[in-house]
């Protein structure tokens, strides 16, 4: 019987192969489509010794499963050839560079679909992974083959231009979540770019027609300014005429593709926006606070994802050899041309974004991303689209899917579209979607829109509020009986001004000489800030007064001052600086405190003392409800204002760890700070 059983699946894997075949074209049995149906022979049938392949047409490049207690009984003629193992050799053929001696190879899964690593055991490169596939739009069907798309090669081909139409078409004929409803918005000035390349000029929205579309740009400034930005002395030139020549790369490939969609009107910030006010910043501090209606009102946001600023251009080409016809498959009369492509970087992919392109490192791009509805990003190797319902690229292996994390830009969509007709009893649940990404749900411990954002990088640290009122100007819409103060919301600031600075373990920074914010408001302090608390909190004190001032009232634009009036228990006690191991630390001591506590510092708080020690004062806020322990803010008197009784948060105090260990440290300290504080108010400034 066994030996029946090996003749037949031997039987099936016979490839009817001719002398005449090409080396390229790889010929599947006759009953390949039907053979996964046997799947339980298979898997007892003794595999291909070079790659693990048992022949079932599902398992296919895949990582072998041997069957737990089970051993193989039906042997493998040794004349078969293995399909598997061809497929694999023509990658390696095709790759005329590849040191094998160097490389290792190995079978992956790449979203379920099969795939190739290969790793370098030098570990002088990154792993590198190919995906194998056969045209989504070609007919028939191979069982066990994946179906997949083939990038342009090149952003500003014809492939490339149709497949966003494509998109574009899709989402404004099928999406109602990205119809822009409400009174239309022009931005303040415009670039015309309907003639030639010889008549693009700035224009004022008075000379726009009501409603018209417009495209916006997004990009990286870089650390040189383009002869074309606007300023006081050229804006009526501007208006005449912007020369050619005097566009960026970025800027001209902007237009041209403009022009490819119909639409006439473009936004640059550094053309559209006056720059180089010496003295009052006048226009850019009005201007910057529009930018939520901005890029939410454009028809569609370009990304100049690759280009690190704006001379490099907004078009690519991909590497060539990244993307391989491999050869052909034949199954009966059918032919399947086979590709094989390199795995592309998955620059949607929040957790990623430290190893992304340079515009998702950069912070004022980041609201950008998020408020736009139709972003439409040019990365080095291919195209991608995401507008507020889903994501989708030229490979297809980073969409909206289950395989994927969701983008922050439709976390927060979610939210704030969903909140808008949410019932009453259904805020609370997108209230706390909204927390989430605000600095709240402080039981998990995933990236948060503020945490996310706090670690991307700024020129100007006094940009830091502007370069998020945009997202909080959105966010607004389900927070309308809510406050918004300098990037925190007045139903949670009680928690909320719990933040820790990631740079404040030791850190040496100064802060800003100009203001930014208040200073218990995260957006004051230098660097990543973190809310990842072990434990719920319970917030104590008790708030009496929050305000903030803004230039020209506008509660989203450059913060002028703020003021935050708390009632709670307070110890007064002293803040030492000292070295250890050549770093900078700080402790807390008072007469009776026989705890030792982690200290979070915002920045250097001891650089105007002299033997660094100085007095400070910890106000209760919240308890841990898990381990019942005081959660302080470490505040410091503010003697720039001495007519007044002010104070500065300067850092946060940790309390002892949550082992169980630790318990009779947190009662130590709990006890210690009910003995010894009191009651008190505080003017934070």
Request: overall charge negative; charged content about 25%; hydrophobic content about 35%.
């Amino acid at each position: 019987m066994v030996s029946l059983m090996n003749d037949f699946l031997n039987h099936l894997s016979q490839i009817p192969d001719s002398p005449k075949d090409p080396e390229n074209l790889i010929v599947l049995p006759k009953h390949w489509n039907r053979l996964s149906s046997l799947a339980l022979l298979w898997d007892r049938r003794e595999p291909c010794p070079d790659c693990g392949w048992n022949g079932n047409p599902e398992q296919l490049l895949r990582v072998p499963t041997p069957q737990e207690g089970q051993r193989a009984i039906f042997q493998r003629s040794e004349k078969l050839q293995c399909v598997c193992c061809k497929i694999i050799n023509r990658l390696v053929q095709r790759q005329h560079d590849l040191d094998m001696n160097r490389w290792t190879m190995s079978l992956w899964i790449n979203q379920d679909k099969p795939c190739v690593r290969l790793e370098d055991s030098l570990l002088e490169e990154d792993d590198i992974e190919w995906n194998f596939f056969v045209l989504s739009q070609k007919e028939g069907n191979l069982s066990g083959v994946p179906r997949g798309s083939l990038v342009s090669g090149n952003t500003a081909s014809d492939p490339a231009y149709e497949w966003v139409q494509r998109q574009v078409s899709t989402c404004y004929e099928s999406h109602s979540r990205c119809r822009i409803r409400g009174v239309p918005f022009l931005p303040t000035r415009l670039i015309y770019i309907a003639g030639g390349n010889d008549e693009v000029r700035l224009i004022d929205n008075s000379e726009v027609p009501p409603g018209a579309r417009y495209v916006a740009l997004s990009h990286c400034w870089g650390k040189k300014l383009p002869e074309c930005i606007t300023t006081r002395e050229n804006i009526l030139d501007q208006k005449r005429n912007i020369p050619w020549d005097s566009l960026p790369k970025s800027f001209q490939e902007s237009v041209i593709f403009t022009r490819r969609l119909g639409i006439d009107y473009l936004w640059i910030d550094s053309i559209c926006i006056i720059q180089q006010e010496p003295e009052d910043w006048a226009d850019w501090l009005r201007e910057a606070p529009l930018m939520f209606h901005v890029y939410h009102n454009a028809f569609l946001t370009l990304a100049a994802s690759h280009a690190e600023d704006s001379s490099k251009g907004l078009f690519s080409s991909l590497e060539p050899g990244r993307q391989l016809q491999l050869g052909t498959i034949r199954h009966g009369d059918e032919i399947f041309p086979l590709y094989a492509q390199q795995s592309f970087a998955d620059t949607t992919n929040l957790f990623f974004y430290h190893r992304s392109e340079p515009l998702f490192k950069r912070a004022w791009t980041f609201q950008e991303r998020i408020v736009s509805p139709r972003i439409l990003y040019f990365t080095k190797d291919e195209l991608i689209w995401e507008c507020y319902s889903t994501t989708i690229c030229e490979c297809g292996f980073h969409g909206h899917g289950p395989y994927n994390p969701t983008s922050l830009k439709i976390q927060h969509i979610n939210s704030v579209v969903n909140g808008t007709r949410a019932s009453q009893n259904r805020l609370d649940h997108i209230k706390s979607l909204t927390d989430r990404l605000f600095a709240g749900a402080r039981k998990e411990k995933d990236l948060r829109l503020v945490q996310f954002y706090s670690d991307l990088q700024l020129t100007n640290q006094t940009d830091r509020l502007l370069a998020i009122g945009a997202i909080a100007e959105q966010t607004q819409v389900i927070r309308q009986n809510q406050t918004y103060l300098a990037g925190l919301w007045s139903a949670s600031l009680a928690l909320d001004i719990l933040w820790i600075s990631k740079r404040g373990r030791g850190s040496q920074e100064k802060p800003s000489e100009l203001y930014i914010a208040p200073t218990w408001s995260w957006t004051s302090a230098p660097g990543p800030v973190d809310y990842s608390w072990t434990s719920p909190l319970k917030p104590v004190i008790e708030v009496l007064e929050a305000r903030c001032k803004y230039f020209n009232d506008n509660p989203f634009g450059k913060a002028i001052e703020g003021r935050l009036v708390l009632q709670g228990q307070a110890v007064t006690c002293v803040l030492r600086k000292f070295l250890k191991d050549s770093y900078p630390c700080y402790r807390i001591e008072h007469p009776d405190v026989t705890v030792d506590v982690e200290v979070r510092v915002d920045h250097d708080p001891c650089l105007e003392a002299r033997d660094g020690v100085i007095t400070v004062h910890l106000l209760r806020i919240a308890d841990a409800c898990d381990f019942p322990t005081p959660i302080n803010i470490i505040l410091k008197e503010d003697r720039s204002r001495p007519k007044e009784a002010l104070h500065i948060r300067v850092g946060l105090v940790l309390p002892p760890g949550t082992r169980i260990q630790d318990q009779e440290e947190r009662q130590k300290l709990k006890e210690w700070f009910d003995g010894c504080s009191e009651s008190r108010k505080y003017i934070v400034v």
